[in-house]
Every structure is written in structure tokens, then in C-alpha cells.
């Protein structure tokens, strides 16, 4: 499956993502925001922590205005698209960011 299910590491994530899908630093940073909101929230991550991640890289993409798609998201992850879009639609509603997008 994938490198990271073992032992998960956000900041590794997070980076190789930005790097492979050529985000900026500015995503990251949000991106890890959100998780952290996320935990203080007491959003679970679900039965695989990337796809809560490949979720907020997905939203703080949104919210920099920076151009990402779920299909790349979820090649680069491992994961189906339907997960980024379910771990979306949790963390944007969950921390308020849910709008129009879904």
C-alpha cells in the first residue's frame, strides 16, 4: 500500500506532497494548521491519518488559493478519491470552512 501507514509521519507527508505536487511552504503550513485544529477539535483521523492529511493539504490549497486536485492528491496518498472527499467534508465542516465546495 503505502510507505507511510506504518508509522506516520505528518511533517513527512505534508513535505513530500508539496514537493511532488509542487505546492508552496504556505500550504504546508496551513495544512498543519488545520490538523492541528483538527486534534484540538476532536476530529478523529479515521481508520488512515493520510487521508485526514491529504484532506487538509486539499483545504489549505483551497483556502491560499493554490491549485490542487483530489485525483492527484489521492495518487501521491494512496487513497481513494472518495477519502479525500469524505475527510473534506468532515474537517471543513468540523473547523467551519465548509462553503460552497464540496
Keep these: ?3 507511510y ?3 506516520f509521519d505528518i511533517e513527512s507527508f505534508i ?11 504556505v500550504v504546508g503550513r496551513k495544512a498543519k494548521e488545520i490538523l ?4 484540538e477539535a476532536g476530529i478523529p483521523p479515521g481508520q488512515n491519518p ?15 488559493k493554490n491549485r ?4 492527484s492528491l489521492a495518487e501521491f496518498a494512496g487513497v481513494s ?3 479525500i ?5 468532515e474537517l471543513a465542516r468540523g473547523l467551519g470552512y465548509y462553503g460552497s465546495e464540496s
Design 85 to 89: 472527499r469524505k475527510r473534506y467534508v
Design 81 to 83: 478519491e472518495a477519502t
Design 68 to 71: 490542487v486536485t483530489q485525483s
Design 15 to 25: 513535505h513530500r506532497c508539496l514537493k511532488e505536487l509542487e505546492l508552496n511552504a
Design 5 to 7: 501507514t506504518d508509522e
Design 1 to 3: 500500500m503505502n510507505e
Design 50 to 64: 493520510i487521508g485526514q492529511a491529504s484532506a487538509a493539504i486539499y483545504i489549505a490549497a483551497i483556502l491560499t
Design 36 to 39: 492541528k485544529h483538527a486534534a
